[in-house]
């Protein structure tokens, strides 16, 4: 196929059309740049597009998980629940678009195949499945951190004769279960919001676990005038409070480290937050939560504790509960009625990991122990987290240098943005920052504005590429590296660490340091002119 070149000149390209990609291309075309972004999907909205099984929802609040750079929008939108469901976000994101008149720069059904830097002209030649090439002195990726879909592997899958979905990219049409016997293989976030959907549609329910998680209920309800008016009226104040915080979220933080008191003190605050609070709320009683192991220990068993009360069949609770890590070692997930589910009578936990699947047949699958005859199959198996839709794509860099090489022993960045050898190219909320840990949306306006200012600042100094030292990068990554050791987080067998792909680099990804202090180091950055990079 002969490549097509884009006739329009271009100032920035944009990868990915979610929350990241939407607010870079206003953020740089309000600029003055143009700016082309360019989407796999039919439409806009990310993981908010792919993403619709039944039950998906946001586990921030509705009120928080939503643009800021505008007071206009964040008033004029009204969100109907605590937690936004799906369709609702998705509704949100579109209503921005049209608001901002951003589609006519948006091209979809567009994936993004190869990048490739030339250092002569210092500009990003981007290449697409279909053959066209657009070329930019920046790119920008904005591809999300969980994006690319884990693909199923099971031995004879290919023989099952009912139908196979994942959660990650449902059927926009939906799908009909009603009198189906339903099999769902994984019960991490997705997994949990969707079981207890499924089970009151399908005539009985297979769950298929492989770890155990902890989770939290949402106690979601819907937003009342008095609730949603307490945010509208100071919204600009809240929201530079939020990002005074580890999560850039306002939380019921607690103050004190858990063990500074009595087991009884902790114990009843555990279930203040419980009844009261839910959500991430349950893990911010403490400081030290995630660090000292009495306390995680406590807030573990608790949970296993209510799990045990949640759920009428012992044997069935004690497969519900962790026992190789304590909460926070994996995602932490909310829920309604996740644990309750499983006193119907229509739905079966199985635990692969003492009973593995064997594998598929016509009817169905085979665990070492039994049979299970199935009408559908749902995978809720997770995704190749952080770094795998940049590793998707063939990158390079100077000197014909590739991404996935640079990346061979983990992702290696400076303040999880830049990259040492790709000029120019840009991450939003990539491996080393705060990321999956704090309020996604928040984070992303974030860094898109910490980047638009990164341009004017080259345009003023009259320079053309900007690049992360190496040294700079050691340093980072021994940072994020030594401020995960520190507390219980990397002992799990989690995304985070990419233990859910065979092969991966074991390492740590995120930046744990808080987004309170991220927020500082960037900004030092930026004023001390762009120190721990290199400007020509």
Not at 55 to 81: L, N, V
Not at 432 to 444: E, K, L, R
Not at 492 to 521: C, D, E, Q, T
Request: glycine share 8%; proline share 5%.
């Amino acid at each position: 196929m002969s490549e097509r070149k884009s006739a329009k000149p271009l100032d920035v390209i944009v990868i990915g059309a979610g929350f990241a990609g939407l607010y870079a291309l206003h953020r740089l075309r309000k600029d003055g740049y143009s700016v082309r972004v360019l989407e796999a999907g039919k439409s806009i909205g990310g993981t908010w597009y792919w993403n619709r099984y039944p039950g998906a929802r946001c586990d921030i609040e509705s009120m928080q998980y939503s643009y800021s750079f505008s007071d206009e929008i964040q008033r004029e939108w009204k969100w109907s629940q605590l937690y936004a469901p799906q369709p609702e976000i998705l509704s949100y994101i579109n209503f921005v678009a049209d608001k901002l008149d951003l589609r006519r720069d948006i091209q979809l059904e567009t994936r993004v195949v190869a990048a490739t830097f030339d250092e002569d002209s210092r500009t990003w030649t981007v290449r697409t499945e279909a053959g066209e090439a657009f070329e930019a002195p920046f790119c920008v990726m904005a591809t999300g951190c969980l994006s690319v879909p884990i693909v199923p592997s099971f031995p004879g899958m290919e023989n099952f004769k009912g139908d196979v979905y994942r959660t990650s990219d449902w059927p926009h049409e939906g799908v009909q279960l009603k009198g189906k016997r339903v099999g769902l293989i994984g019960t991490g976030s997705s997994g949990i919001q969707v079981t207890p959907v499924l089970a009151e549609q399908a005539e009985h329910l297979y769950v298929f676990q492989r770890t155990p998680n902890y989770s939290i209920p949402a106690l979601n309800r819907p937003i009342d005038d008095e609730y949603e008016q307490a945010w509208k009226q100071n919204y600009p104040e809240r929201r530079k409070a939020a990002l005074a915080t580890r999560i850039n979220t306002l939380s019921d933080f607690g103050t004190i480290p858990g063990s500074s008191v009595s087991y009884e003190e902790r114990e009843r605050e555990f279930e203040r937050r419980w009844t009261k609070v839910g959500g991430f709320g349950f893990v911010h009683g403490y400081t030290d939560i995630m660090t000292d192991p009495v306390v995680n220990a406590h807030a573990s068993e608790f949970v296993k504790k209510k799990i045990a009360a949640s759920v009428r069949d012992p044997e069935v609770a004690k497969k519900l509960m962790p026992s190789d890590y304590g909460i926070g070692g994996k995602r932490i997930c909310v829920d309604t009625a996740y644990f309750e589910t499983f006193n119907r009578n229509n739905v079966t936990l199985i635990d692969v990991k003492s009973d593995p699947i064997r594998s598929f047949n016509p009817n169905g699958l085979s665990t070492q122990s039994r049979s299970f005859e199935l009408d559908t199959v749902i995978l809720a198996i997770g995704f190749d987290a952080i770094t795998g839709a940049l590793l998707k794509i063939d990158i390079t860099g100077r000197d014909g240098l590739k991404l996935r090489d640079r990346w061979a022993e983990g992702p290696k960045n400076y303040i999880g943005m830049a990259v040492s050898g790709f000029p120019n190219m840009f991450m939003v909320t990539g491996p080393g920052s705060p990321s999956v840990f704090t309020n996604m949306v928040a984070s992303i306006e974030q860094h898109v504005d910490w980047i638009a200012d990164c341009i004017a600042h080259l345009k003023r100094k009259g320079v053309s590429s900007i690049e992360a030292l190496p040294d700079a990068e050691d340093k980072w990554v021994s940072h994020v590296n030594e401020v995960a050791n520190g507390t219980l987080m990397p002992k799990g067998n989690s995304w985070y660490v990419g233990a859910n792909i065979p092969g991966k680099p074991r390492v740590f990804m995120p930046y744990l340091g808080g987004a309170h202090v991220y927020k500082k180091i960037i900004e030092e950055v930026a004023g001390k002119d762009y120190e721990g990079f290199g400007l020509a």
